[in-house]
T-cell receptor, first 115, second 109 residues
Framework: NAGVTQTPKFQVLKTGQSMTLQCAQDMNHEYMSWYRQDPGMGLRLIHY???????DQGEVPNGYNVSRSTTEDFPLRLLSAAPSQTSVYFC??????????????FGPGTRLTVL | GEDVEQSLFLSVREGDSSVINCTYTDSSSTYLYWYKQEPGAGLQLLTY?????DMKQDQRLTVLLNKKDKHLSLRIADTQTGDSAIYFCAENNFNKFYFGSGTKLNVKP
């Protein structure tokens, strides 16, 4: 198993550009989520999904869109990048959050800089 | 959102015990977690505790939960230099995970 994979590892954008951060898992997990990590602020939930076709907002959803057309993939789209979106982005998955002694598996992260 | 708080730094000597503390706000959280993050990597689950437990021990790790005070702690016995990392506590509330800001543990040889 590859686990949770994220691409790209690094990205530099100009203000106003759009892009998609890719996340995939091969563990047949129902639950997938996106976080951003900023210094001194821990991880904050952006969006999450409890299964294909179902997504919901987390703490900081503004400026981001997600979709979940398959169990494996959960892309995060930045519609019009802003410097405030400079951060490290982590994707995570687990079998299902509600029965959560289930471990969340984290991807290696994408470091995004918006100029 | 929920408020999960941790102190930012902890420095200990190799062989000592480390205690990392966390306070949380949501008493309905079913599970509370400790994650470890090494430099340049994602988070890795260390241990978790169910909310009806007071204590859980897992080898060198001991988790204490004071539900009345909404206080969670992680004790690492015989701390090693390889334990140097950032430690996050987290709570799970209806499919949403809330993380603390992380405690950076520095282990001096």
């Amino acid at each position: 198993n590859a686990g949770v994979t994220q691409t790209p590892k690094f990205q530099v954008l100009k203000t106003g550009q759009s892009m998609t951060l890719q996340c995939a898992q091969d563990m047949n997990h129902e639950y997938m989520s996106w976080y951003r990590q900023d210094p001194g602020m821990g991880l904050r939930l952006i969006h999450y999904s409890v299964g294909a076709g179902i997504t919901d907002q987390g703490e900081v959803p503004n400026g981001y869109n997600v979709s979940r057309s398959t169990t494996e993939d959960f892309p995060l789209r930045l519609l019009s990048a802003a410097p405030s979106q400079t951060s490290v982005y982590f994707c995570a998955s687990s079998y299902f959050a509600k029965s959560s002694e289930d471990e969340q598996f984290f991807g290696p992260g994408t470091r995004l800089t918006v100029l | 959102g929920e408020d999960v708080e941790q102190s930012l730094f902890l420095s200990v000597r190799e062989g000592d015990s480390s205690v990392i503390n966390c306070t949380y706000t949501d008493s309905s959280s079913t599970y509370l977690y400790w994650y470890k993050q090494e430099p340049g990597a994602g988070l890795q689950l260390l241990t978790y505790i169910f909310s009806n437990m007071d204590m859980k021990q897992d080898q060198r790790l001991t988790v204490l939960l004071n539900k009345k005070d909404k206080h969670l702690s992680l004790r690492i016995a015989d701390t090693q230099t390889g334990d140097s990392a950032i430690y996050f506590c987290a709570e799970n509330n209806f499919n949403k995970f809330y993380f603390g800001s992380g405690t950076k543990l520095n282990v001096k040889p």
